[in-house]
């Protein structure tokens, strides 16, 4: 499988000059294998896969692990909606009370947005997942809830050749030590990482960060390399960046994070508009 990064930053999208390397979308990844496209979240860069000559027509997936402004705020743009040829799944976690498709209306409709889900002219379809396994043409897809205020999910993606983890908001740490624990089921996001190609993680803070905003929802880069170990992935890409990190801080952090983990997991820094090979 083909994964596309079209937006790794956190909470709200940045233009300056000093986030131009690492990119200044938030999360939207592209996975595509064998004519098959699933889009895992809907942030602003949603619009870089808008003009990309991949984008398919016919049925398109959009497996959204929440709804956080920041990883539904391009949803509204996405071409494929207005386009009456197009059949568009949209995979969101369950709430409490409230329906996928009535919590999604809050944002399909005035005064966030002029256009309601009614005036979509593609052909929607809406599903509900929990802890909940389903395929998507060569994909088999698990969800789980994962450690993050509201309803929040993780995927794993797997085909023939790879599994491919995606945990963008997670705070694994709150309430335990995952260091301390005895027995690893019990790790928020286990079943969703465990022995994964490649996991794309949330590490959205340095750990002095993290320090003053415990119980926010996110990991530090520290935690998330102990995480990776801890499941002993393959490759792990760190994603989710702050918007307050300019290029020349996550270079920074890198090089340091590099030399105090040395050879622990291969880890690098997840950079918008790359694409990996699985
Ligand atoms: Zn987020
Ligand atoms: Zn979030």
Request: glycine share 8%.
């Amino acid at each position: 499988m083909n994964i596309t990064l079209w937006g790794v930053r956190g909470s709200i999208p940045t233009t300056s000059p000093d986030t131009a390397a690492y990119g200044g979308n938030t999360s939207c990844v592209e996975v595509d294998a064998d004519d098959w496209m699933l889009v895992l979240d809907a942030g602003t860069g949603i619009q870089g896969l808008n003009r990309s000559k991949n984008l398919r027509k016919g049925r398109i997936d959009i497996l959204l692990t929440h709804l956080h402004i920041d990883h539904i705020q391009g949803l509204g743009f996405f071409q494929p909606l207005f386009d009456p040829e197009a059949e568009v799944h949209i995979w969101g976690p369950a709430g409490n009370s409230q329906s996928l498709r009535a919590r999604l209306g809050r944002y399909f409709s005035p005064p966030l947005f002029p256009v309601y889900f009614r005036n979509l002219t593609c052909n929607l379809i809406l599903h509900e997942i929990e802890k909940s396994e389903f395929t998507i043409g060569p994909f088999s897809v698990s969800s789980d809830y994962v450690i993050h205020p509201g309803p929040t999910v993780g995927f794993r993606i797997q085909n023939q050749d790879s599994v491919f983890t995606y945990i963008p908001d997670h705070e694994f740490v709150l309430g335990s030590n995952p260091l301390k624990l005895k027995d690893l089921r019990w790790l928020s996001g286990r079943t969703l990482a465990d022995g994964a190609d490649l996991l794309l993680h949330d590490a959205q803070y340095t750990t002095d960060e993290y320090q003053k905003k415990q119980g926010w929802g996110h990991s530090s880069m520290d935690d998330t390399i102990h995480y990776g170990k801890l499941n002993q992935v393959k490759k792990l890409l760190l994603t989710h960046h702050d918007p307050m990190h300019s290029d020349e801080q996550l270079n920074l952090l890198k090089t340091q994070l590099r030399e105090k983990y040395n050879s622990a997991v291969d880890f690098d820094i997840a950079v918008e508009g790359s694409r990996i090979e699985l």
